[in-house]
């Protein structure tokens, strides 16, 4: 094989043209066939794919052998990339990723980096807290703490083994005095009051769950379904919430493709729905306010039949 034939940008375009030839599903980091093949080139040449790949160089035997045997993993075991690598970034920061917990794609990073569109607490005010429910590897929670220095972070998850992940990477980003990790399902254990409540919840319904490509199936069941409509765990989330918000505080609940699921359940509550110029969908935010009108309304009752 000749040399040029045999270059980094030469093995991203032959894992390109594979992966697109094997009909790859992608959301796992990437987006496209292209760019998910530099990661894993990069990945197999042991170099982070925060940075430019070096097109130019030359792979040598074993380079290629390394290069290709990440390939037919992706393909033949339709493995997302975050779980090859390890790695994964969220609102530009790097976290450990495998298979304890879901791979963090949430459009929620918009959120958090455009200072919870202004639901935060004034800059004025005392530090405060805020609590990730349902936070699998810990990443809006270190994010949170990563980027409002002023905030204590609760994070709650009902999975043993994401919480052993979501405790390496707290200590890879050092935030192990402002970040503490709860098990429990929901609000189970947890006895403080926020003034900002996220998360990212099972939210996948029956019907998106069956229809899932092949990537989906490396992830752990409980993090993706949420019973026939997506609502299982967000309507008692709904109920529950404004006994742990502040006065003046709001729950961010991404729910995806079950959005207009939840429309028809809480018919009446003041839910905002948040838009994202980088993409995504279906994260509403709500006040402590709007909960407790709705409650006193005879909100929250199953209007699923």
Do not use: K
């Not at 569109?117 to 270190?142: K, N, S, V, Y």
């Not at 996220?198 to 996948?204: D, E, R």
């Not at 967000?234 to 429309?263: I, Q, R, T």
Request: hydrophobic share 45%; net charge negative.
């Amino acid at each position: 094989m000749a040399n040029d034939h045999r270059t980094v940008e030469a093995a991203i375009r032959a894992a390109a043209n594979d992966f697109q030839a094997a009909s790859l599903a992608y959301g796992h980091g990437t987006d496209n066939a292209l760019d998910e093949a530099s990661w894993l080139v990069s990945h197999a040449l042991g170099r982070s794919p925060a940075e430019p790949p070096d097109y130019a160089h030359v792979l040598s035997l074993s380079e290629h052998e390394a290069v290709r045997a990440v390939v037919e993993r992706r393909i033949l075991e339709r493995m997302p990339a975050a779980y090859l690598t390890g790695r994964t970034w969220f609102a530009g920061f790097e976290f450990l990723c495998d298979e304890r917990a879901l791979v963090p794609r949430s459009p929620l990073a918009e959120f958090l980096l455009e200072d919870a569109f202004g639901l935060l607490p004034p800059e004025a005010d005392e530090p405060f807290r805020a609590l990730d429910l349902c936070t699998g590897g810990g990443c809006i929670a270190i994010t949170m703490a990563r980027l409002w220095p002023r905030a204590t972070i609760d994070a709650s998850d009902l999975s043993v083994e994401a919480l052993a992940l979501a405790a390496e990477n707290v200590a890879l980003h050092g935030v192990q005095e402002r970040v503490n990790l709860l098990h429990g399902s929901l609000f189970d254990p947890v006895s403080e009051r926020y003034a900002l409540i996220v998360s990212n919840p099972p939210y996948v319904d029956a019907q998106d769950l069956a229809a899932m490509p092949g990537e989906f199936a490396h992830e752990p069941p409980m993090g993706l379904g949420a019973g026939e409509d997506g609502l299982s765990l967000v309507m008692p989330m709904l109920a529950a919430a404004a006994g742990y918000l502040e006065p003046e505080g709001w729950l961010v609940v991404e729910v995806g493709n079950s959005a207009e699921a939840l429309d028809r359940r809480v018919a009446g509550l003041d839910l905002v729905w948040l838009e994202f110029d980088s993409g995504g969908h279906g994260v509403f935010a709500v006040s402590r306010t709007a909960l407790e009108r709705h409650a006193m309304n005879g909100g929250f009752q199953d209007r699923s039949r």
